[in-house]
């Protein structure tokens, strides 16, 4: 099982200031975390047993962008932020479910 903590970088767009703390069981298959206010938050991830895990940006759009994604970039156990954005040209209508209107941040974990 892994765990994975966000705790606001400031306030949100919306002014939230609200952490998480996500526990899921994982194999090799993809996680899919939703509804996350837009913001920047500062990232860690563990085994519940206390292992850190690395992380690093994945996925088509990785540092593709200066503000937007994981950061650093590169595998890492340390401090990161990852910083999640509204999909440009997305309106309510067009939401579909596990989606939402929000850009996707895919980051690969490791051991």
Do not use: C
């Amino acid at each position: 099982m892994i765990e994975i903590t966000l705790t606001p970088d400031g306030p949100g767009i919306f002014g939230d200031n609200k952490s998480f703390v996500i526990r899921k069981t994982v194999g090799i298959a993809k996680l899919t975390i939703v509804n996350i206010p837009v913001g920047k938050y500062n990232i860690s991830t563990k085994l519940v047993n206390g292992s850190a895990l690395k992380m690093s940006a994945a996925g088509p759009h990785a540092n593709s962008f200066p503000f937007w994604g994981l950061k650093p970039g590169a595998a890492s156990t340390g401090p990161s932020t990852v910083m999640f954005t509204p999909t440009l040209n997305y309106s309510t209508q067009k939401a579909v479910p596990h989606k939402s209107n929000w850009e996707s941040v895919d980051i690969r974990l490791q051991k």
